[in-house]
């Protein structure tokens, strides 16, 4: 079974300091993972997605198998970083569908 | 251009009634997700449309859920004899294929008292 688990609920830093949003996923097999972000009123929108290996909004996540984690971290956090983070993996579930497995969420506060 | 559309964006109903959610995809995209997005439970997978494809059922929670998607386009969900535990934001997601990029919609926010 795929799992995807986010430790924090939430997470308070102030404007400037780094940020590290932790995922760590449980999937037997070469999953896809993805960050979506939620701006409040907003819709769920993607981040990033391992395989593009881009950096959005001063953004980055690497992929390390070895820790099965997918951490989210950005240098200077920004007060418009303020949002809910989910962490996703996609894989082929047998039934030939590629659904998302989504963690809790981590809300994200940054103080200014 | 335009994003995924869902409607209505809030619906009130009284347990026991039967509701129906609409999703538009993007035009062209041949993949179309629905979730369910829950204070306990997080966002969960409901159902799963590919082209012509027999849809991936897997996520429906119970056989009160169902869903269909005409033409290869607007899909609708139902939930039949509503109960208050069906109370959640139901999204809907599309992709321009299998294992593409999903773009979310809005959302439905379902309340059953």
């Known amino acids: 079974a795929q799992r995807v688990t986010q430790p924090e609920k939430l997470l308070s830093v102030f404007k400037g300091a780094p940020v590290e949003l932790k995922c760590n996923y449980s999937y037997s097999g070469s999953p896809e993972l993805f960050w979506y972000v939620q701006y409040s009123r907003q819709r769920l929108q993607l981040l990033l997605r391992h395989i593009s290996r881009e950096s959005i909004k001063g953004f980055t996540a690497d992929l390390n198998k070895g820790e099965t984690s997918f951490h989210l971290k950005k240098p200077f956090a920004q007060e418009e970083d303020s949002a809910m983070y989910y962490c996703?993996?996609?894989?082929?579930?047998?039934?030939?569908?590629?659904?998302?497995?989504f963690g809790k969420g981590t809300k994200l506060s940054v103080i200014p | 251009g335009a994003g995924v559309s869902q409607s209505p964006s809030n619906k009130v109903t009284e347990k026991g009634k039967d509701v129906e959610l609409r999703c538009d995809p993007i035009s062209g995209h041949t993949a179309l997700y629905w979730y369910r997005q829950s204070l306990g439970q997080g966002l969960e997978f409901l159902i799963y449309?590919?082209?012509?494809?027999?849809?991936?059922k897997s996520g429906l929670p119970s056989d009160r859920f169902s869903a269909e998607r005409t033409g290869g386009s607007v899909s609708t969900l139902t939930i039949q004899r509503t109960q208050q535990e069906d109370s959640a934001v139901y999204l809907c997601a599309s992709s321009l294929a299998e294992g593409g990029t999903q773009y979310f919609g809005p959302g439905t926010r379902l309340l059953v008292l």
């Open positions: 996703a993996l996609s894989g082929d579930s047998g039934a030939g569908s590629y659904q998302l497995t």
């Open positions: 449309f590919q082209g012509n494809s027999a849809p991936d």
